[in-house]
């Protein structure tokens, strides 16, 4: 049983030597457990927060414990009532061949999955971070104009799908011509523009004639520093990740911006709100499947995947996420179908 352990804590960008590869026993299930194989692993950018021992909403990995992650499993062997042999479900495993499960926590999936990296993805915790971050906390108009960060990617691929189906005017923000273009081309975006760009502030201030009224945030960095001053009066902005500081050592260098931060809160009376997806929506998991998975049957909601093939390339793959590598929903095939 391959597993990838957390080898050392990162200083900074993870490196290679901050994971560990190694063979362990299969292990055997119990009466009333179940032996699970994952097929496809879901990398995600939370996994850099567990990576590190500062507080946090969730605790950290140990150094020497399997990376934590979820997974798209086939249940191997059964000593569960509740699952036969070749069931699909939904775990958190983590970075590994097989895990044994007492079942708390696992999604059934049925006996047959026809693609089970969605799951993963559009289909699963990302789409359902973008269904409830945007819809619950960003309230789209028709006519209204919004913004959304890290736009092909997982979650934000689906933010500005939902947005365009709610009638707004959507302008993605990505890194890369060949990103910005698969944000206008495959996922409808009205607009979408290159953070690496060096006039980027201005390009957005262009895109954004009327004025910005909801902003998915998943980045930060210089691309909430443009966003800032294009916000209108009464503004929502989903704070859903900040991938741009997830490799910060310390606070950025430069006057302290806090106060023109709130200055614009206060006098454009501006609503932020974080929100932990499983944490604050879980209840509403079925309610979110049962609308999105008619839309992506249907064509009206697309997305990118990105599979690596290997467990052992999972820290590399991992490495690239938080540096722009990926192109749309990274997932690593671990096993055969
Ligand atoms: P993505 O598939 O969007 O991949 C991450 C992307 O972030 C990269 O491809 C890159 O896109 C962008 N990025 C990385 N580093 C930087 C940087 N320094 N500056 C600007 N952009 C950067 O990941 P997900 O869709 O899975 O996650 C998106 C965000 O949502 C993350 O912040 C994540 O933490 C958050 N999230 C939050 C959840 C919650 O419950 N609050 C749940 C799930 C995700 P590009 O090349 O286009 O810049």
């Not at 692993?41 to 605790?59: I, K, T």
């Not at 499960?101 to 969605?118: A, E, F, T, V």
């Not at 698969?182 to 409808?188: C, L, M, S």
């Not at 009206?300 to 690596?308: A, N, R, S």
Request: include cysteine; proline fraction near 7%.
């Amino acid at each position: 049983n391959r597993q990838v352990l957390l080898n050392s804590r990162p200083h900074g960008a993870p490196t290679p030597s901050n994971f560990r590869l190694e063979n362990s026993e299969l292990p055997t299930p119990a009466d009333g457990q179940v032996l699970l194989r994952t097929v496809y692993l879901s990398l995600d950018p939370y996994m850099r927060g567990r990576m590190s021992d500062a507080p946090s909403y969730a605790p950290p990995v140990e150094v020497g414990e399997v990376m934590v992650g979820g997974a798209v499993c086939r249940v191997e062997q059964s000593r569960d009532p509740n699952y036969a042999e070749g069931d699909w479900v939904l775990a958190n495993t983590g970075w590994q061949d097989y895990a044994v499960s007492d079942g708390k926590g696992l999604i059934p999936l049925g006996q047959q999955l026809d693609h089970p990296s969605r799951s993963l993805g559009v289909l699963g915790m990302p789409g359902f971070t973008a269904y409830m971050g945007l819809l619950d906390i960003g309230q789209p108009q028709p006519g209204e104009t919004v913004v959304v960060a890290a736009a092909t990617g997982a979650v934000g691929s689906v933010v500005g799908q939902l947005a365009k189906l709610k009638g707004c005017r959507v302008i993605g923000v990505a890194g890369g011509a060949k990103k910005c273009k698969a944000a206008v081309e495959t996922f409808g975006f009205d607009e979408c523009l290159d953070h690496h760009a060096t006039d980027f502030a201005q390009q957005l201030t262009d895109a954004c004639s009327e004025g910005i009224d909801v902003y998915f945030e998943s980045v930060g960095g210089k691309v909430f520093d443009a966003v800032l001053p294009l916000l209108n009066v009464k503004a929502r902005i989903p704070v859903c990740g900040l991938i741009a500081h997830y490799n910060d050592t310390h606070l950025p260098a430069g006057p302290d911006r806090l106060p023109l931060l709130m200055q614009t809160f206060l006098v454009r009376r501006i609503k932020a709100q974080g929100f932990i997806i499983f944490d604050d929506y879980g209840p509403h998991y079925g309610e979110f499947l049962a609308e999105m998975t008619p839309w992506v049957a249907e064509g009206k909601v697309k997305f990118i995947e990105d599979v690596v093939d290997g467990l052992e390339h999972a820290p590399d793959a991992l490495i690239g996420l938080l540096e722009g590598k990926n192109f749309g929903k990274l997932v690593v095939r671990v096993g055969e179908d």
